[in-house]
């Protein structure tokens, strides 16, 4: 189905197990597999180097591949720039003493962004 493997995997749960299935699930000479999700904790991952050697790529990607040196200035500029608006990402304003319930509603799901004010 897959003529030796797909084209591109993403790992978005942060498993051990399935960020290895899903660099496998790749075509072993040009497959790309992207690793999204971050393990709870420090964990070790180990993986034949045989998987890599004839061409298949493993990246991690965190932020979407954001890169916050280069980006961020731009970023800044645009905003003061008004090229786009800031506050459809904003859901919730909060004073920095109710940062514990900023945590809440986004492990709730309830929040995209909360800036917290001093």
Not at 50 to 70: N, Y
Not at 78 to 101: C, G, R, S
């Amino acid at each position: 189905m897959t003529d030796g493997g797909v084209d591109f995997s993403f790992e978005v749960i942060g498993r051990l197990d399935t960020m290895t299935s899903a660099l496998l699930s790749c075509h072993s000479a040009c497959g790309v597999s992207v690793i999204v999700g971050v393990p709870p904790s420090a964990q070790s991952l180990s993986v034949n180097p045989m998987s890599l050697l004839l061409g298949r790529t493993w990246k991690g990607a965190i932020f979407g591949g954001f890169k916050s040196k280069d980006a961020v200035p731009k970023l800044v500029a645009d905003f003061m720039a008004k090229k786009f608006p800031l506050e459809p990402l904003i859901t919730h304003v909060l004073p920095f003493e109710k940062i514990n319930e900023a945590f809440d509603l986004l492990r709730a799901g309830k929040s995209i962004r909360t800036v917290l004010t001093f």
